[in-house]
């Protein structure tokens, strides 16, 4: 039986609601200059910011992509509010689409560079030890990511998992995610992370 999760309704308008319709118009671009052929169905505001949904030989891809225009001033870090509600929604997203295809992908493109994280505690008070390159770097070839890097990462989302849930009648998703194994995890981003993309 599927967990019962948030209604995400967006919120945002203006120069950022310009920017869903160029990145989906730029995804659509790409799929048909790829293979006029293709099967495809793109939208915005659906899930994530935009939803993108290709057919190859029977075959179903579904990419999922937020978008995030701030002034350019300011970094993101895994501990950004945006980071993190992104990645609790597209986990939802994932254990919902992964029951049907193995091919569920999240792409983040913000206006803004990655950032190094400062927090030396998790909102818990939980004393935490940051790895020396920005976590958002790591999460984009995890080949030399550590077993306490990944642990950390999935601590983080798990916290702001639980937030979001709190005063909810449901947990979603929670215990599955708390349930996963390090190796489990790190399959989750390697597999199913596009990119974390600038497009300054």
């Known amino acids: 039986m599927a967990a019962v999760t948030i209604d995400r309704e967006a919120g945002d308008s203006g120069k950022g609601f310009r920017l869903q319709l160029i990145r989906a118009i730029k995804l659509m671009l790409k799929t048909i200059k790829q293979d ?3 099967v495809f169905f793109t939208a915005v505001e659906n899930l994530e910011d935009v939803s993108h949904q290709t057919i190859v030989d029977g075959e179903v891809s579904s990419y999922f992509e937020e978008d995030k225009n701030y002034d350019l001033n300011g970094n993101f870090t895994i501990f950004s509010p945006p980071v993190t509600n992104t990645l609790v929604s597209f986990f939802d997203i994932y254990i919902d689409q992964f029951r049907t295809s193995n091919n569920v992908y999240l792409g983040f493109y913000t206006t803004r560079n990655i950032g190094k994280e400062r927090k030396s505690k998790l909102e818990s008070g939980e004393k935490i030890d940051l790895p020396d390159e920005p976590i958002l770097k790591i999460l984009q070839s995890l080949d030399d990511a550590s077993d306490d890097t990944i642990c950390l990462v ?13 005063e909810k009648s449901t947990s979603g998703n929670l215990e599955t995610l708390q349930g996963l194994t390090v190796d489990r995890f790190k399959d989750f981003f390697e597999n199913n992370l596009v990119a974390f993309r600038s497009g300054k």
């Open 154 to 166: 999935k601590d983080i989302i798990s916290e702001e998992y639980a937030s979001q849930y709190k």
């Open 36 to 38: 006029a052929n293709t």
